[in-house]
């Protein structure tokens, strides 16, 4: 990795010229002002943001999710069906160390095992916890969903390259838990049955005025220091070396649905899909944009794992305590272009990438699959640029 420097708020960043290539290229447009602002000095064409519906966003590089599932041969009745992202499940030589870092990351624990080798994490959602912590040497555990019934546990359990399914005796919540392992050896967690946590500890909405709406009137924004408080586990994602044996995988046996795909030029073919963002479909129900992330690599890891905070100010505060107490910082603060969320990744002890998120887009079944080219001026519409490792 490249030579370093702090920031001015403390946090490890590396010189522009050793990050990207593409430093200091002009990013494209991705929305289009129309009017342009007449000033004394002349006319000027302001940045233009704009929430648009799904269906003007995607334009003609789309198409609906059920005649994209009909063309590639997908039974939804046979698939298992997931409910939501619950927790991450990862193996760190060094628990105190990683603990340390989770809390200053804005998870607190939820319970600690009695020889000290297990530990749950909490956000302040409904989930009893976000984040398992195991010791052993580094390894990625995968990530965990909930299903809807023990019906659809014992049908997940029939999958090739499935274990068995293991009551949950000391984990917070308790429920059962089946492990599966994909084509490519990664590790797949389906939970039933935890009892959820109590949720009475959300964040007050912080009013904001504009140009034209003022609701905070003789009434001060104040906030104090400290560690990003996590609500929920969102997103993973995943670098693999067969994307097309893997996207068919988990689009198969899992109610997982593609929200967007990024392709390359391919010779002899139009192009070549290699990465895509897919979300768990729920009918009309509304969800994130992407739970889970897949992309083309030389070599198959984890990318990275992403945890939702309450909002804007929320993630600048936790960037400066992280900064502050000398994590590195990968990317970030900026805000993506598919699935719109505000992002901040960094490396935590074990050298895992992790990420703070707000603001992201919600989709469901009536929302087009979308298509664009794989360019790294498509991964932000504003930020620093794009770090070489964030990409390997």
């Known amino acids: 990795m490249a030579d370093t420097h702090p920031s001015t708020n403390g946090a490890t960043t590396t010189s522009p010229h050793e990050t990207s290539e593409q430093w200091g290229a002009l990013r494209p447009v991705t929305l289009d002002a129309n009017g342009v602002l007449k000033t004394p000095h002349g006319d000027v064409k302001p940045n233009f943001g704009a929430s648009l519906p799904d269906t003007e966003d995607r334009g003609a590089d789309s198409e609906p999710l059920r005649s994209w599932q009909k063309r590639n041969n997908i039974d939804t009745s046979a698939q298992v069906k997931l409910v939501k992202l619950v927790h991450m499940r990862y193996q760190h030589p060094d628990l105190e ?158 109610n997982l649905a593609p929200t967007d795909f990024l392709w390359v030029p391919q010779e002899g073919t139009d192009r070549k899909d290699v990465a895509v963002f897919a979300h768990i479909d729920r009918g009309d129900d509304p969800v994130d944009h992407h739970t889970f992330f897949m992309s083309t690599n030389p070599t198959s890891h984890v990318h990275h794992c992403s945890f939702e905070v309450h909002d804007y100010d929320t993630q600048h505060l936790g960037h400066q305590w992280l900064g502050s107490k000398g994590y590195t910082s990968v990317w970030g603060i900026g805000r993506h272009i598919l699935g719109s969320q505000i992002f901040d990744y960094w490396w935590d002890t074990t050298g895992n990438m992790v990420e703070h998120y707000t603001d992201g887009d919600l989709v469901n079944q009536h929302t087009p699959i979308g298509w664009s080219d794989a360019k790294d001026e498509a991964l932000a519409v504003w930020g620093p640029e794009v770090p070489k490792w964030f990409l390997e």
């Not at 319970?111 to 912590?133: H, I, M, T």
């Not at 946590?197 to 400290?226: C, M, S």
């Open 97 to 254: 160390e990683i603990t340390t870092f989770l809390r200053d990351f804005g998870m607190h624990i939820a319970k600690r095992s009695e020889d000290g080798n297990q530990l749950w994490f909490r956000g302040y959602g409904p989930d009893q916890y976000v984040y398992y912590a195991q010791k052993g040497p580094k390894k990625f555990l995968g990530g965990t969903y909930s299903v809807e019934s023990m019906a659809e546990l014992e049908k997940a359990a029939k999958i090739e390259g499935a274990g068995q399914i293991e009551e949950l005796k000391d984990a917070p919540g308790g429920g059962h838990l089946l492990t599966l392992t994909d084509p490519e050896g990664f590790l797949v967690n389906l939970m039933y049955g935890q009892q959820p946590a109590p949720t009475d500890n959300y964040p007050q909405k912080v009013l904001i005025n504009d140009e034209t709406d003022k609701p905070r009137v003789r009434k001060f924004n104040r906030y104090t220091p400290g560690p990003a408080a996590v609500h929920k586990l969102g997103h993973y994602g995943l670098c693999v070396t067969d994307f097309a044996t893997l996207l068919q995988w988990y689009t198969r046996n899992f």
